[in-house]
């Protein structure tokens, strides 16, 4: 099989508004048998009390997923800095909280 990101069951894509956190936090149940993920992560917030970008991908990577892309979704009006992106993740297996590590 290959090791392309291709290759992975898409499970979701969050995209709500500063809460994606939230979300996946709601899905502790479930969140173990996902493969991949796909969430919006901010260097610059735009909704009050956001986490910022270092806080989303911490906290995604202690749920056992890693970064494989990000994508630029906006910039600011100057086109210097980033505003937001989106990130996609995959499950990393070794990970204890994965599915795939505990078989």
């Given at each position: 099989m290959s090791n392309s990101i291709s290759t992975y069951l898409w499970d979701t894509t969050l995209d709500t508004q500063g809460y994606d956190l939230e979300a996946v936090r709601g899905a502790d149940g479930v969140l173990a048998h996902f493969s991949a993920m796909q969430t919006e992560v901010s260097f610059i917030a735009i909704y009050e009390g956001m986490p910022t970008y270092i806080e989303s991908l911490r906290e995604l990577e202690c749920r056992g997923f890693g970064v494989a892309d990000f994508m630029p979704v906006t910039r600011t009006a100057d086109g210097l800095f980033l505003i937001e992106m989106d990130c996609i993740l995959v499950r990393q297996?070794?990970?204890?909280?994965?599915?795939?590590?505990?078989?």
């Amino acid at each position: 099989m290959s090791n392309s990101i291709s290759t992975y069951l898409w499970d979701t894509t969050l995209d709500t508004q500063g809460y994606d956190l939230e979300a996946v936090r709601g899905a502790d149940g479930v969140l173990a048998h996902f493969s991949a993920m796909q969430t919006e992560v901010s260097f610059i917030a735009i909704y009050e009390g956001m986490p910022t970008y270092i806080e989303s991908l911490r906290e995604l990577e202690c749920r056992g997923f890693g970064v494989a892309d990000f994508m630029p979704v906006t910039r600011t009006a100057d086109g210097l800095f980033l505003i937001e992106m989106d990130c996609i993740l995959v499950r990393q297996p070794d990970h204890p909280t994965s599915s795939v590590a505990r078989g």
